[in-house]
């Protein structure tokens, strides 16, 4: 018999329409602050004008996690099983507050549920697929501990994330580059190409223009999957503000890497504040 479970993402998930209408997903929204202006990133998320306000208010912008009582709350209701995931623990604190959300649950309720929360090493698309990958797993008659330990392999062996943006401002604003480093990157106008690996962001390339950086980031892709079976495995492509970019790196990746599933997605609240105007996150398993 297959257990009922439920997929609780954190809003860094960039979701595809046919996610929207799972029966089984929740998501528990991170907040965006801009100056007075305060927003939860959930479904009334306008990308579009929160891009506006950002750049009306010099780039600045800040978030914060949901608290572990959001999470706590979220845990609630009629299933046997709970598989959460959220943004890489190196970016933001939502990762342990989805842990101690778990604790309290556990504290009050003391049943039988069993919960566990995936770290994704990543955010945006990747959060993405891993969600699919979850719900693919638990669909196919796993039990608990088996998507537990195949996910875990999953994200860590099977996963990849790079992303290169036009501006640097809210990186450097929120102190995820050093301020100085970004201040001397753009002095000489140079856009930085970056890989996640195991939670972290490492520089892997750059280029004087932003189209020679997407050009050289579509070709590090290619180059990472180059000999793999890609024919059942998805690309993701989210932007900021820039469908048309989005669209020229999915086809200079597709050119060389033939994935079975390639989507393009607006960013969600969080992916968009700190990738600013122009950026691009490319996602993908193999």
Request: proline share 2%; net charge negative.
């Amino acid at each position: 018999m297959l257990m009922r479970y439920k997929i609780i993402v954190d809003s860094c998930c960039d979701l595809t329409e046919d996610m929207k209408v799972w029966d089984n997903l929740q998501v528990v929204p991170l907040s965006l602050d801009i100056a007075d202006y305060h927003i939860l990133d959930d479904e009334n998320f306008d990308q579009d004008d929160f891009i506006s306000r950002i750049k009306a208010n010099g780039g600045a912008g800040k978030s914060a996690c949901p608290p572990p009582d959001a999470f706590k709350k979220a845990f609630e209701g009629d299933c046997d099983e709970v598989y959460v995931l959220t943004i890489t623990d190196k970016l933001s604190g939502t990762y342990n507050s989805a842990l101690q959300g778990k604790m309290l649950y556990e504290e009050e309720y003391n049943d039988d549920k069993k919960i566990y929360v995936f770290n994704s090493l990543a955010t945006s698309g990747l959060e993405t697929i891993i969600a699919q990958e979850i719900k693919k797993a638990a669909d196919s008659g796993k039990n608990f501990d088996e998507v537990v330990a195949y996910i875990d392999d999953f994200i860590l062996n099977h996963t990849r994330l790079y992303f290169c943006l036009d501006s640097l401002d809210a990186l450097k604003q929120n102190g995820r580059l050093f301020a100085l480093a970004a201040s001397l990157l753009e002095k000489i106008h140079l856009k930085l190409i970056c890989k996640a690996k195991d939670g972290n962001i490492s520089p892997v390339g750059k280029d004087m223009t932003i189209n020679r950086a997407m050009v050289k980031m579509a070709k590090f892709i290619a180059e990472d999957v180059a000999g793999k079976d890609l024919s059942d495995k998805k690309l993701i492509v989210s932007h900021v503000c820039c469908q048309e970019r989005a669209e020229f790196v999915a086809n200079k990746i597709c050119e060389k890497a033939s994935f079975g599933q390639v989507e393009i997605l607006k960013a969600s609240g969080l992916n968009s504040l700190y990738a600013s105007d122009g950026g691009i996150i490319v996602s993908y398993n193999f």
